[in-house]
């Protein structure tokens, strides 16, 4: 299994461009996440999915759209790149266990740049 | 909302010595995990450790082990035996369990360094 992967690893802007990140993973997991990570902040919740053709607001959403229209696929969409979405957005995917236990595990990350 | 604090930006740790990295949150909740993830140069998050607030048994993975205390809101990571590969930043995490995709609140960081 590749786990979770995301194209592309590294990716220049500039300000008012569009681009969509690709997030794919092979294990069947019901529920995908988009996070972003910021120089000294954790990762921040922007969208995720409980399931195909599902998505919802995390907590920093504005300025970033999301499809999933097959299970193994999220894609993040930016329409109007901005500054201010220079980060590294991580993907997860994750599952219940038959005991109850959720575990996301990440891809290695987007690095993207806006001019 | 649930808040996680690590309150150590940095630290520092001779190679086969045992550091211990803070981590406090603040929930009302009572049903949760909490979560050690390491982020080494490659930027990869890698999960550590886990731990169920209903477990009183502290969890371990090999020289990696929590001391959980759930009154105190308090959930430590100690690592043993420091090898110069724990060279990472550190998040500490924590989720609600809501029957459905389950949202992780993540700290700031503890970035530490193994030295020789």
């Known amino acids: 299994n590749a786990g979770v992967t995301q194209t592309p690893k590294f990716r220049v802007l500039k300000t008012g461009q569009s681009m969509t990140l690709l997030c794919a993973q092979d294990m069947n997991h019901e529920y995908m996440y988009w996070y972003r990570q910021d120089p000294g902040m954790g990762l921040r919740l922007i969208h995720y999915s409980v399931g195909e053709g599902t998505t919802a607001k995390g907590e920093v959403p504005d300025g970033y759209n999301v499809s999933r229209l097959k299970k193994q696929n999220f894609l993040l969409g930016l329409e109007s790149a901005a500054p201010s979405q220079t980060s590294v957005y991580f993907c997860?995917?994750?599952?219940?266990?038959?005991?109850?236990?959720?575990?996301?595990?990440f891809g290695p990350g987007t690095r993207l740049l806006v001019l | 909302a649930q808040t996680v604090t690590q309150s150590q930006p940095e630290m520092s740790v001779q190679e086969a010595e045992t550091v211990t990295l803070s981590c406090t949150y603040d929930t009302s909740e009572n049903n949760y995990y909490l979560f050690w993830y390491k982020q080494p140069p490659s930027r990869q998050m890698i999960l550590v450790i886990r731990q169920e607030a209903y477990k009183q048994q502290n969890a371990t993975e090999n020289r990696f082990s929590v001391n959980f205390q759930k009154a105190a809101k308090s959930f430590s990571l100690k690592i043993s035996d420091s090898q110069l590969g724990d060279t990472a930043m550190y998040f500490c995490a924590f989720m609600i369990l809501t029957g459905t995709a389950s949202k992780l609140t993540f700290g700031t960081g503890t970035r530490l360094q193994v030295t020789l």
């Open positions: 997860a995917s994750s599952y219940w266990t038959s005991g109850g236990q959720e575990t996301q595990y």
